[in-house]
């Protein structure tokens, strides 16, 4: 790496929470003082806060992103003999939480040019034994869920979104958490909206569901009589210290992803020939969670990336019907096989500026494609 330069991270962790560390230093304190270290007022607070972000009428808070998806599902019915659609292109905890459910995960390919789920490909996948459709809003842009909600209510579907790196996202007049029957989300630290571990939500304005989602989280446990266990439940709850973290970044959360949706638009004019970024579609408006590209040369881009001390990554090098796990559930999605050799992450951060996006597209120009 050049002396010249100051390494630049893929995410800068560091410096987002170096901007806010007085604030992050009064959670700790607070929480150290009332000793509500599980259900304390701050997770109240901000499962409050965070429904109305997401234009929903309740959140949970949950254990992690996967959790999330799985109590959906579980508090829906959705289990043993019921298959879900999920597009081949996603994390693997998208297809895990289904698994975990006692469903069968129905891979199908993605629209080539967001790599979403592709609603076309969704209905021909629809079976009698098809219960739910999870659209992933993948890389901080929304599926299209005008499509894929009417193709659910036509057959008489769940629709669930999977919005762990959607936070903030809309498609439309639509946001991330309001689109689906309820919404899933992560705030890995990695994510839009992050803690300091693990942790997730599950969003929506069924109260039903909010109730039984609540119960089966929490033991079982009555949401009146925390001493009558009416179901055979689980452990899965958002800590107190994870909710004031994440209740400090909320307020935050739209300038940050107006900074990504920024630096992304840089990256727009200034990548070389070689780089084409997925398209966004013209009704989304992503929260640009990541920076993906399309390359022929994506070795020798990222052992140049690497030599000048530039982060990188790869979402996702193989598709989840490829996995060892899910090779008993077959599939044919050609879209999302092809992207996956050709697809690479570049850095994204609100803290990322035009001076290292000229950087980063400079090296990217010194490689042969």
């Known amino acids: 790496m050049n002396g010249n330069h100051r390494p630049i991270p893929f995410l800068d962790l560091a410096g987002i929470h170096d901007a806010i560390a007085d604030d992050l230093d009064l959670v700790w304190h607070s929480v150290r003082k009332h000793g509500y270290y599980t259900g304390g007022p701050e997770v109240d607070d901000f499962e409050t806060a965070f429904a109305t972000y997401c234009e929903a009428s309740h959140c949970i808070g949950v254990g992690n992103g996967t959790d999330a998806l799985e109590l959906i599902l579980t508090g829906l019915g959705i289990g043993r003999g019921d298959e879900v659609i999920v597009p081949a292109n ?28 592709d609603p076309a490909a969704a209905a021909a996948a629809i079976t009698r034994a098809t219960a739910a459709i999870i659209g992933v809003h993948l890389y901080g842009q929304m599926a ?16 669930i979104e999977d919005a762990a790196q959607a936070h903030g996202a809309r498609f439309g007049s639509t946001r991330a958490g309001s689109a689906g029957i309820a919404a899933a989300f992560s705030f890995y630290p990695g994510k839009n909206l992050g803690a300091f571990g693990d942790g997730g939500s599950v969003v929506t304005s069924d109260p039903q569901l909010a109730e039984r989602v609540r ?10 009589d ?16 994870q909710a004031g973290v994440l209740a400090t970044k909320l307020p935050l959360l739209d300038e940050s992803n107006a900074r990504r949706a920024a630096a992304m638009a840089c990256y727009r004019t200034l990548l070389p020939d070689g780089y084409e970024p997925l398209a966004e579609h013209p009704y989304a408006e992503s929260v640009h969670h990541l920076a993906v590209v399309r390359t022929g040369a994506r070795d020798r881009a990222t052992a140049a990336l690497t030599g000048a001390g530039i982060g990188w990554g790869i979402h996702y090098p193989v598709p989840c019907h490829q996995q060892p796990a899910f090779e008993r559930f077959p599939a044919q999605a050609p879209v999302a096989e092809q992207a996956a050799g050709h697809i690479l992450s570049l850095p994204m951060s609100p803290t990322l500026g ?15 494609t």
């Not at 119960?215 to 009146?224: E, P, S």
């Not at 035009?354 to 042969?368: T, Y």
């Open 90 to 117: 996603t994390f693997v905890a998208t297809a895990e939480a289904v698994c975990a459910a006692g469903a069968r995960p129905s891979f199908v390919d993605v629209n080539a040019a967001t790599l979403l789920l």
């Open 144 to 159: 299209d869920v005008d499509a894929l909600v009417a193709l659910a209510r036509r057959h008489g579907l769940a629709f």
């Open 215 to 224: 119960t089966i989280a929490n033991h079982g446990r009555a949401v009146t």
């Open 226 to 241: 925390r001493h009558r266990h009416e179901l055979a439940g689980r452990n899965s709850r958002l800590d107190t210290l």
């Open 354 to 368: 035009e001076g290292d996006i000229a950087r980063i597209c400079a090296v990217l120009r010194g490689v042969r």
